[in-house]
Structure formats: structure tokens, C-alpha cells
């Protein structure tokens, strides 16, 4: 059981806008910086988003996020079908001394 | 180009021992944290290691003091060893590089293996 939590699974038609969320705790999202995740199958995991809501160069700025207090959220807008893919949200825990991954969303397009 | 490539997986039986390798090439491997991460079958990313410049480590509750975390910055390589396995651990095990360069980010890792399946069974 994933200490961040997901929803299990998110979808949106083609130009549309989707958010998903991902809830933490006052040692993890509420202390250290939130990172985002794009997986698609047979293919290694994609940094998204570092930092709460910074983009690597090369991330379409289709792709925001934020954070409030001990909850984090991945906004696409303008839905693409290359879209489709698991997205985990991860924060390093000060009381584990560990990196925490959400359960993971898988986006339909 | 800048790459991590793991080896080392395989079939191990329950109780063995398995050390996994990952070779990094196109950048400077000692200015760099590393972890590894693993996705059992059907499940989500769950980190395991982490290991810093100077090498100290952190593991994840589920393979503390069975897994250990090591690296060779004169061979640009990452090691991860293995111990008393058990079925849980099956899973594809990625090497990855944290991309804040001398020091950490804690979670971001921008260069990613292409992964390296452990399979533990009898």
C-alpha cells in the first residue's frame, strides 16, 4: 500500500483538460518536494516534473503542476493519445528517510 | 550519449543472493547521487536504493539489511547486492541518475536504465 495516494485511474477525450491528484503527509509532501512521473509500458520512467512544478527541457508546457500543504496535482491540458501512461507522483519522507512513489494513475485518452 | 545500462537479473531461488550492476557512461558518474527503483508485475514504482556522492546510503524498510547499495566512481558503475530474496522481490529493477549534479533533489531522476528483471522462484 502506497503511502502517497492516487487515484487508481484518470481519463479525458483528445483536447481536453485532466488533473490528477496525489495526497501525502506533513514528513513527506508537506516537508520536501514533489516529483512527477510518465511510464509508459516496456520503457523506462520519464521525469515530468521536478521540484513541485518545475519542467524539464523538453516537457511540452501542456504539462503543469502544483502543491498545497500535503497534496501535490499533475494538470495535461490539450490531451494527446501519446498521452496515455501511468503517472506517479514521488516525495522524498523525512520520517522514513526514504523516497515515497504514489500507487500510480493510468491516464485513458 | 548519456546512459546507464544494468545487468545481473536472472531466475534466483528463495533465500539466494543476486548482485546487480549498472554501467554509466556520457557523464561525470561521481558528481552524481543514484538510486535504484523496481516494478514488480502488475504493481507501481516502489524506490529501493539511494546513494550519495560521498556514499552513504539509504534503503527502503522492505530490504533494509538485505539489499545493499554500492558504487565505484573509478569504474563509473552502480551495484546493487542482494541477499536472502525472497518471491516479493521479483520485479524489474531500474538504476537512475538524481539530476540535481553535486548535491540531490531527493526524488528526481532524469536518466533511467532500461531495466534489468529479477526473478525470484523455485
Known amino acids: 500500500q502506497s503511502v502517497l495516494t492516487q487515484p487508481p485511474s484518470a481519463s479525458g477525450a483528445p483536447g481536453q483538460r485532466v488533473t490528477i491528484s496525489c495526497s501525502g503527509g506533513s514528513s513527506d509532501i508537506g516537508k520536501n518536494y514533489v516529483f512527477w512521473y510518465q511510464h509508459l509500458p516496456g520503457t523506462a520512467p520519464k521525469l515530468l516534473i521536478y521540484r513541485n512544478d518545475q519542467r524539464p527541457s523538453g516537457v511540452p508546457d501542456r504539462f503543469s503542476a502544483s502543491k498545497s500543504g500535503t497534496s501535490a496535482s499533475l494538470a495535461i491540458s490539450g490531451l494527446r493519445s501519446e498521452d496515455e501512461a501511468v503517472y506517479y507522483c514521488?516525495?522524498?519522507?523525512?520520517?522514513?528517510?526514504?523516497?515515497?512513489f504514489g500507487g500510480g494513475t493510468k491516464l485513458t485518452v | 550519449q548519456v546512459q546507464l545500462v544494468e545487468s545481473g537479473g536472472g531466475l534466483v531461488k528463495p533465500g539466494g543472493s543476486l548482485r546487480l550492476s549498472c554501467a554509466a557512461s556520457g557523464f561525470t558518474f561521481g558528481d552524481y547521487y543514484m538510486g535504484w527503483i523496481r516494478q514488480a508485475p502488475g504493481t507501481g514504482l516502489e524506490w529501493v536504493s539511494y546513494?550519495?556522492?560521498?556514499?552513504?546510503?539509504f534503503h527502503a524498510d522492505s530490504v533494509k539489511g538485505r539489499f545493499t547499495i554500492s558504487r565505484d566512481n573509478a569504474k563509473n558503475s552502480l551495484y546493487l547486492v542482494m541477499n536472502s530474496l525472497r518471491a516479493e522481490d521479483t520485479a524489474v529493477y531500474y538504476c537512475?541518475?538524481?539530476?540535481?549534479?553535486?548535491?540531490?533533489?531527493?526524488?528526481?531522476?532524469?536518466?533511467w536504465g532500461q531495466g534489468t528483471m529479477v526473478t525470484v522462484s523455485s
Open positions: 546513494i550519495t556522492i560521498s556514499g552513504t546510503k
Open positions: 514521488a516525495a522524498w519522507d523525512d520520517r522514513r528517510s526514504g523516497l515515497l
Open positions: 537512475a541518475r538524481d539530476f540535481a549534479a553535486g548535491a540531490a533533489s531527493w526524488g528526481g531522476f532524469d536518466i
